[in-house]
Every structure is written in structure tokens, then in C-alpha cells.
């Protein structure tokens, strides 16, 4: 399914992923009724706490209300918050005024009671009582008078109260700050908006399956995963990529099963962070109450979705500040559960043993270098044209080499191997492998002699002008195929013997499998091969641009997660990157300083991604490129003059003589002068020093072109 979990995508030379037979069929080896969920959706589990009997944790959650909020912030339970902030009294200023105004009112009270200022309030008293009431002892008369004194107690509280902000101090020290809002609180909506009942289901004909999915989230046999699944699901039947009657049989036979994953996994094997699939956030942190936040973020939980990691996000640290552990596991999380839900394509690569998900968690994973690895990666891209598998593999082996401008490119090294590819292609029906490849780079003999007699077989006279060309150039000085040959050696070794292979014996994935909702894991042989290792992370960035660029189905979010980018970035890569926002895709990039990108390509890498983040540790050079791209806005100054007060006469010295001796301070007046000036949000030496351990800078970018200015994050909340 486009996208959705029915189109076949059985193990192919471009796609090995196993799938399903036929529209929303159902894994041969998939459990009839999944074990029920041990915690709520998007909520941590608490340590030992048994399951709920029933499904009202997912109907908490999924009823909670979700209020559109600015980019970034935490939808699930927000309440949003004033655009600028009010004035706030200081404390101790609220608190001291709050006091005085009680004794006012009690020194008030007091003189009324005693006397000391006259009968005159007693006056409608007496007007209203009747004299009959008056006698003594009289119940009547003792409840009115009584009730006239609280009535005028009363009033004098009121305008005390109200002249000593009393409501302020309870709402900002009283119970209301005390007791925190539960979210999904109160009685279940309507049907026709409760989003357990399915109203789109029931409003386009499809009660049964609208009763049987809301039975299932009642029983407790539905999560968000299904939730997900099933809503991308009917998305494409809205579209008319499916019928309603395939969708509906499935939905009445198998309930909050139906629509199944390929792998028939409905659930990740563990969850270390905070998801939404409703909204599709998965949340990264607290945006931190500090001023130089926007009002409305402050103390908000900040989150990540495909709205923003469709503009593709950079992260730039030193190793240790929670790159891995607070940003890409938790990215990698959630986009496997969309994968899961039919709604994304994720590849992670990251080195062997980086801590970037449990392997079950991934429906492919390629490990390079390790003989027990199932899967291999398909060298050329799973293209069948020359052309295109050159330009791929020139950028991987030299996109590093080529000048680090934004308008060069790697053209030459893509003619020397497509004079090659091609006319091995059309001899042997495949590309080379990494031996073969290296030979011919090489310039060796005999297989390009056996090359020229099959092109000769063949009739094949244009490719037999490219074989005749590349010969010629061996011999010039300035030849780039003894470059191209050392950095293919780089993969021409014993740890990779069992890779790469192009002759069927192996299970080469192919990141042409994006089309459809995979989940791949790529470790890289860091340890031993680190030149390898950047070569193959090129390889695969080169290969995930060109591929997501051709998809049929581009509602199906893809990204690319490289968890060290190191030796990545290159011309080429930045072109690309640029490119992903309109293909429906994004790329994550980490990076320990902007010293591993070259200085050329640092201002245009950083104008191609849309999400940047900035942590703690960064050197000031770094916080100088972030400081730069963030730019400046205009802020209000005000500077505060403190002049010292002359007394002329005999009195006022007296006056000041006897205020320096109490405070220890000459008299003085204060001058306030308040202007606009033009400073940078964030300045490098504040990314510098100023971002606490465990926080980092992050500004957002919508693919709708919505814009968060640079927060100051809490990772750890």
C-alpha cells in the first residue's frame, strides 16, 4: 500500500523487506491479539505497575485535548499561554502590600468598634431595626446587628483585599498553585466528537468498523500504534487508494490489528521518551523559564515532529553533552513508530554499539564489517543505470576531495566510472563488485581486455568508444582513477570480504526500499575503518537524496538519521539536503564542532536545514557561525543612573547624615533612561558559557515556513 502498509514489497535485489501478499493482509507469524500494553500511550511506565483492565488509559489519552501551540511546543495537554508576558509584581513587594493592607483594614475595624470615630456607621442600622427589635435579649435583634457587622467587616475586606492584590497572592501561593491540571479530565465528549467513537468512519458509511474499532479502545486492545495505523489507513481510503470495502472487511476482522505493519510488529520493544502519535511529536525536553525565551515557551515541553524534521535538523556539540542519548534515540523512537503506523521510512546510521535503539526494534540491520550481519548494503544504490550508480558513488569515494564550494561537484570522477560501469553492466548483465571495481580503476590488463572483446561480442560500439576513452586517460597526468582506486581499496578489504556483493549470493538492501514504511538500522565498522566509515555514511546520504527525490508516494515521510557526520558534508550533500523539503523528507545530522565541516560550507549548511541546535560545551568559534545564522533583534535597553543628592540647608545635611548612618550610603537619586538597540539573540559568547550542562539553543522551522525564534532548552526535563 502506498505508504500505508499494502503495496508488495517481498525481497527483492532493491528491496529485501518481507511484506505482506495483498492489501491489508496479515503476517503469517503475527499474534492473533497483541499483549496489552503495560503503561498509557506517551507516558512513561512507572516501575512496577500492572497493566489496566480496561482501555481508560487510552481513552484519557487519546481524548486529551490537543490546542494548536507555536512550533516546538509540546501539543498534548497544553495550555497556551499570553504572547507577552504581564506585569509581575515581585514577591516580596505583592506579599509586604498584601500585609499592610490587612492592618489597614484591621486598624479600620478597630476604630469603628471603639468608638473613636463616631456612631455614623450605625446610622442604617438604626433606621432599619424596629423599635420592637430593640428590647434586650432579643434574637431578632442580635442576628440583625451581627449580620450588619459582617456586612460592614465585609466591605472593608473587599477594598482592603482589592487595594492589596489578595487575589493575586492565592492564585500565585494558594491552592490553585498547588494543584496541577490533569490532562483528559472530565466527562467523555459527544460522539460525534469523541475521537474513540471514529466520527469519520461513522459520517462516511462505515458504522460496523466505526463500533468495532471503539469496542476494541474500550476493551483495551488498542494503542496509539493502532490508532496511528489505522488513521493513515483511512487516509488513503479518502484519497481513493483504497476501497472502503477492503478497509472495512479488514477492519471487522481483525479490530485494532487490521492494516498491519509488514513485520506485524505493533509496538516498539521499549520506549525511553515521551511520544504523541496523534500529533506526531515525540518531546526532547523543557523549553527553560528564562528570559531570554518567549513568553508564551517558557516552561512549555519542547517536542520534534515531521513538521519540523521535514526542514531537516543539525545538531552540533562536543562528545558528552546528550546528542545520542537526549536527540537521536528519541527521534529514532518515534519515527519507528510511524514507520509502524505506515506514516515514515527511517535509516539510522551510527557507528556499531552508539546506543541507537535495540536491533528488534528495526525491521533491517545492516551491520558492515560483521560476518553474522543478514543484510548487506547494496554498493550501487539498487539503480540499473550506469549514469546514476556514478554520480552516487563518485560522490561517496571523492565528494570529500572535490572543492569545498557550493558550485563544484564531483563530475569528473562520475565520467571515469561510468566509462566503466557501463560496459561492465552490458558484458556481465551487474555491476562490479569491490574487487572488480578496484582493477579496473586500477588500470589492470586483463579485465579490461576481457571487457573489450565482450563489448565486441556484443555489438556494443558506443561503449566500446567510453572503454577506448578511459584507456586513453589512464596514461595523462591529473587522472582521477588512481584517487578513485585508493579510496575504493579502502573497501577492498578482509573485514569486507562478504559485503558489497553484486553477483545475487547476498541480501543487499537498497535505500529504494523508502517507498515504503521501513525501518533500517545501519552500523558503521567505526573501530579499525573510520575512513571506511565516512565513505559508506557518504555513500549512504548520496543514495537516500537520490532516492527520496523519485518516490511515487511522498506523503510517506523519510529520514535519514546519521548519528556522527563527520567527513559528510559536502557541496553535493548541501545541494541535496536543500532538496529534501519539497520530497517530503529530512535529515538529521550530528556533529561534535563545525570544524568537521569546511569553512566554505558551513554558512550554506547551516541556511539548508531549518532546525538547528546549538549545546552545551560549544566552543566560542562554533557559537560564532550559530550566533551569525540566528542574526539579531531589537530589544529594549535601559540603563540606570544613580546621582548623588547635595542638601543646602542645615535640616536636609541632618536629614542625610542620618540616612548614611542607618543604610551606610550616601543619598542618592536614580535616572532611568529606556531605548531600542539592535543585539543578537544569542551571542557566541553566550553559547559558549552561558548555556548550562544538560540545556542546549534551538530554533525551528516548519515546512510551512512557520518560525521559532532560538530556546534555551532543558534536554534533561
Known sequence: MDGDGMRDTRGTHANPVPRPAGPFEVPADAPPVPPRPARAPGTPAPPGVPPLPDGSAFLSWLRTPRPQA??????FGHRPRAAQEPERIPGRQLLSGALIAFLVGWLIWSLLWNGYLGGWWLLPLYAMVPSSWAEPHSIGAVVVVYAYYVLVAGIIMVGVGRLGRWSEVWRRYGPPAWRRAAPGGGPPPAAEEDPAAWPALRAAGAVDAAERLAADARAGLMRDVDHARITRAWQGVVGGRHSLTTFTSAVLSRGAGACPHPSGARDLPVRQARHDLVTGQVRIGTTADDVRNPYAYRGTGLALGPDLLGTSLLAVGPAGSGKTGSLVRPLTESLCLHALAGRAAVVVVGAAGAGIGPADAYDVVVRIGDPDSVYDLDLYGGTTDPDEAAAVLAEALVGDLADPHPGSDTRRSTTVLAQLLGPF????G?????PELRRLLDGTPEPLAELRQGLREAGQESLLRELDARERQMGHPGDVGGVLADRVALLDRPAFASFFDTSGQSRPFSLKALDHPVRVRIDLPERGHADASRMLARLVLAQFTASVSVREDRSLFACLVLDDASGVVTPQAVRGVQRLRSAGAGVVLTLRTL????????????????????LSGLTPWDGQDFAEVWGKEWTEARDVTDRQIIAETPAGKAVHLLRRVITGKAPTARAVTVRQVERERWSASELAHAVPAGHAVLSLTTVKGEHAPPLLVDLRG
Open 70 to 75: 507555536p512550533p516546538g511546543v509540546w501539543r
Open 425 to 428: 553492466r552490458a558484458v556481465h
Open 430 to 434: 551487474r555491476f562490479p563488485g569491490v
Open 595 to 614: 570544524d568537521d565541516v569546511p569553512r566554505p560550507l558551513r554558512g550554506p549548511l547551516l541556511g539548508a536545514i531549518g532546525c538547528r541546535m546549538a
